[in-house]
């Protein structure tokens, strides 16, 4: 039997076939566009997610030869917190708001006063903050009142590409713990945020742990895929908590980190726990229990930036070789990567970035160097999160386009001063998915026990002790900048 796993991403969604061993069979990216029609606004179109989709499915099947009546199940992982609003015939009836669109920030101060911060925590289990659906719906309400009346059916972006398949409105409780509007503790739906907003529970999806099936593929879709038998899908999970499972951190003490566009520090545990300054996300995690998620806006996308926009013709291995001649503590410059503003642990969308302590010596390896340096510490503050909640860090794990870097995970271990464990491979959230389509199938019996049987560890990288000492000193000054430059960034 074959399982696919489809990761929708900001950038692309990507395509990955497992088979009954877990062996991967191949994969397939294939991209769209992000559009930013104002200042802050981040959207997509929903029809460009389900068009290249299809293509990807098609391509997946005809490039590796899958059997058309072997495709066992469909697993999703999905980029978070997207509002896709849908009318009565299922259309959609504005472009996508994104997770990274900043243009609630009215809405999350309406909220919070509204709630309160210790009654938000009860009923949602995090802060109100931007990039979340719920201040999304606050916005239509108060900004295009005619398509807020319209709503029929909200859906997160994955999901959209469920209902194509299926028909079905339907999402998982760890992405809808990313909504502000799921009871988290008590994975329901809460009732009182869905009062506030002025909608009717009808129109937000049905709720499923995401290895339980959710419905079947439709025999139109078949039809176009060129797919024979029955084809469950099952409820999948937000991207980082389905890269969580890629990595098989499922278990107490096994940390991931996730070096994307932005970067993750994420810890499962077996009970609901809350931060009680909200500084981590409190979600429900896509094995059945929980985690707790530190979240950096501006991660992978930071290098990105100074490789692609300020050092164009440049190659990322060439300024990777310059950063590697610098020295630690990249020559007394400190990069803050607040570049699109930032959440944890600040939960600021007016944090900026910018690069301290330039003198005439600098070289461009120094600032390359430091920019690595700067999201290592920027990861370490939700590590300290973590810590002061006692949750136990045994092993880290390092996943995204940014683990490619073994300089980068060196800092990493140098900086948080743990051990970076690697694994047999970096799919990340497409390789979760199909984990957690296999487990749907009944192909095992649960995510646990997938995990341990797919995943194996396969290298060591320990901190240096001489590095350890130097970067500590560094993390106190990069702590304290952000509270020096926060009056200024808002002006």
């Known amino acids: 039997m074959v399982y696919i796993g489809i990761d929708l991403g900001t950038s692309s969604v990507k395509l990955l076939a497992i088979n009954e061993e877990g062996c991967i069979l191949g994969d397939i990216t294939k991209g ?31 490039q590796f030869h899958l059997p058309k009546d072997q495709i066992r199940a469909i697993g999703f992982s999905g980029q978070m917190h997207g509002l896709v609003s849908l009318d009565r015939n299922g259309d959609v009836l504005a472009p996508a708001i994104l997770w990274n669109d900043q243009r609630t920030i009215k809405e999350c101060i309406e909220i919070e006063e509204y709630f309160g911060q210790d009654k938000l925590i009860e009923l949602v289990g995090n802060k109100a903050l931007a990039g979340f659906t719920a201040p999304k719906i606050l916005w239509l309400k108060n900004n295009h009142r005619k398509i807020f009346d319209k709503i029929e059916h909200i859906l997160l972006p994955k999901d959209y590409i469920r209902y194509k398949l299926t028909g079905e409105y339907a999402t998982d409780l760890s992405d809808a713990s990313g909504m502000l509007l799921l009871d988290v503790k008590n994975r329901n739906w809460s009732y009182e945020m869905i009062k506030f907003l002025g909608i009717k529970i009808d129109i937000l999806p049905k709720l499923y742990e995401s290895f339980e099936v959710t419905g079947v593929l439709s025999d ?49 545990h ?80 007016d944090a900026k970035g910018c690069f301290m302590g330039l003198n005439m010596h600098v070289k461009r390896g120094d600032l390359t160097r430091a920019v690595l340096e700067g999201v290592s510490f920027g990861l370490r503050d939700s590590l300290e999160i973590l810590k002061d909640l006692n949750i136990p860090i ?40 199909a984990i957690l389509a296999a487990v749907g199938s009944g192909q095992y019996k649960n995510v646990e026990e997938c995990c341990k049987a797919l995943i194996t560890t396969v290298n060591e990288i320990n901190p240096t002790e001489e590095h350890v000492n130097k970067y500590e000193k560094i993390y106190k000054k990069y702590r304290s900048l952000y509270g020096c430059l926060k009056d200024w960034f808002k002006s």
């Open 394 to 433: 045994h092993q880290i794990r390092v996943i995204g386009g940014g683990s490619k870097s073994g300089l980068w995970k060196q800092i990493i271990a140098d900086v948080f001063n743990h051990r970076i464990v690697e694994i047999n491979t970096n799919q990340g959230g497409a390789l979760g998915a």
């Open 32 to 62: 769209y566009p992000v559009y930013y029609p104002k200042k802050n606004w981040s959207e997509q179109n929903p029809e460009d997610w389900w068009s290249k989709t299809e293509e990807g499915i098609k391509e997946l099947m005809d």
């Open 220 to 268: 139109p879709v078949k039809k176009s895929l060129g797919i024979e038998g029955d084809v469950l899908v099952v409820g999948g999970a937000g991207d980082q908590a389905a890269g969580a499972i890629g990595t098989g951190a499922v278990e107490d003490g096994i940390i991931s980190i996730t070096l994307g566009t932005s970067g993750v520090v994420f810890a499962a």
């Open 270 to 349: 077996d009970d609901f726990v809350v931060d009680k300054d909200n500084r981590l996300h409190s979600f429900c995690h896509a094995n059945g229990k929980y985690h707790s998620m530190g979240v950096m806006l501006s991660a992978a996308s930071s290098l990105k930036w100074w490789v692609e926009d300020v050092n164009v013709g440049t190659s990322f291995e060439g300024l990777l070789k310059e950063a590697e001649e610098s020295e630690v503590g990249s020559n007394g410059v400190i990069f803050l990567p607040y570049l699109m503003g930032e959440r944890t642990p600040y939960a600021d969308p």
